[in-house]
């Protein structure tokens, strides 16, 4: 019987995690006693720090409480847009369907990756907390309130969000006055909205004495809607291009920006007033639309030459989200789904994703 799955090898990813253990949630074959799990929660109150939990396509994360290191793995998102990511590439992602609550410093060092997250999805309450990375995930926001992809309600440092994609209101936000949040970076990441979604809060940290990168994104908005960038206290702004967007702050230090208005300042190698139609394809899938198009003023635009927006830099962008885990992208049986004989060819083709 023809099965597509995602392969469960993360030894690529965690080479210093080699004596973890790696639990599955959502695994659609026979459940192996100590590796599947009915949901995130019960794989997580069964592991123990280092441990790797894969969150198979289809899978929730349901409303949890994370007190633990660990690396949490999805299987990406949009799969049904770009070929030859995963054999199971009906769209699949495995997401959120309540709130994942990091409540305690014993979560630090924690990374997520290709996973999908829901609004309110993960609310940040813990004193310490600091050393997350959220790498090739996509987040959702609402499209008619202020509820958030990520909930800051605690002072955090160091969270690193790379590769990743946000859509709609509301997706980085601090709920609460005086929080602080430092060190934050936001490398090779898409900010997009869509139709008539309303006033939308990229990225909102309204504090004085915040601090973090913005480098090699891409916000973009469509002309019904509205997109806001709150940074204040002490930002570096770099090699990113923007579409009519809305920036306030203070302290921001702006370099080798593109812009379709004046947002960016003259000078320190910003572009002002550049049509978006002659900077990228927009041909493709919902992120392969922001490759650079021939002749772009984006190519070579960046800091020390580099290009500018997602696909540039030493972090380029991966399409889909796709885990830096091997997968099976194409999996066949030329004798189909009910072979006549006990030994059956099975055709599988596999990829890094590195």
């Not at 069964?46 to 349901?62: L, R, W």
């Not at 633990?68 to 990406?76: R, S």
Request: proline share 4%; hydrophobic share 40%; glycine share 12%.
């Amino acid at each position: 019987m023809k099965k597509f799955f995602l392969l469960s090898v993360a030894a690529t990813l965690i080479s210093s995690l080699s004596f973890a253990t790696i639990r599955r949630v959502g695994y659609f074959g026979p459940a192996v006693a100590g590796v599947d799990y009915p949901n995130f929660q019960a794989a997580h109150d069964a592991s123990i720090a280092g441990d790797t939990i894969m969150m198979h396509p289809g899978s929730k994360f349901g409303t949890a409480d994370m007190t633990k290191k660990l690396v949490v793995i999805g299987p990406g998102y949009f799969l049904g847009q770009n070929a030859n990511l995963q054999a199971n590439n009906i769209g699949m992602d495995s997401t959120s369907s309540g709130t994942m609550t990091l409540s305690n410093a014993t979560v630090n060092g924690s990374n997520f990756i290709g996973c999908t997250f829901s609004p309110d999805a993960i609310r940040i309450i813990g004193i310490g907390i600091e050393n997350i990375s959220f790498l090739r995930c996509w987040f959702l926001g609402s499209s008619s309130s202020v509820t958030t992809g990520i909930d800051i309600r605690a002072n955090i440092n160091n969270f690193l969000f790379q590769q990743c994609a946000f859509k709609g209101q509301g997706l980085v936000a601090v709920n609460v006055g005086g929080i602080i949040c430092t060190n934050l970076a936001f490398i090779n990441c898409l900010f997009y909205t869509l139709q008539g979604s309303g006033s939308n809060w990229g990225i909102y940290l309204s504090s004085g004495a915040n601090s973090g990168i913005v480098q090699n994104c891409i916000f973009n908005k469509d002309p019904s809607s509205n997109l806001y960038a709150f940074l204040y206290g002490i930002w570096s702004f770099n090699n990113s291009i923007a579409n009519d967007i809305i920036i306030a702050g203070t302290g921001i230090n702006y370099q080798n920006c593109i812009g379709t208005n004046n947002l960016f300042p003259s000078g320190n190698g910003n572009l002002q007033n550049q049509t978006w139609a002659n900077i990228f394809t927009l041909t493709g899938s919902t992120d392969a639309q922001y490759t650079l198009k021939a002749g772009s003023p984006a190519i070579g635009a960046g800091i020390g030459g580099t290009n500018c927006g997602i696909f540039g830099g030493t972090t380029p962008y991966k399409l889909g989200g796709i885990p830096s885990v091997p997968t099976i992208y194409a999996l066949t049986s030329p004798q189909g789904n009910t072979p006549t004989v006990n030994t059956v060819q099975i055709n599988l083709s596999t990829r890094s994703n590195n």
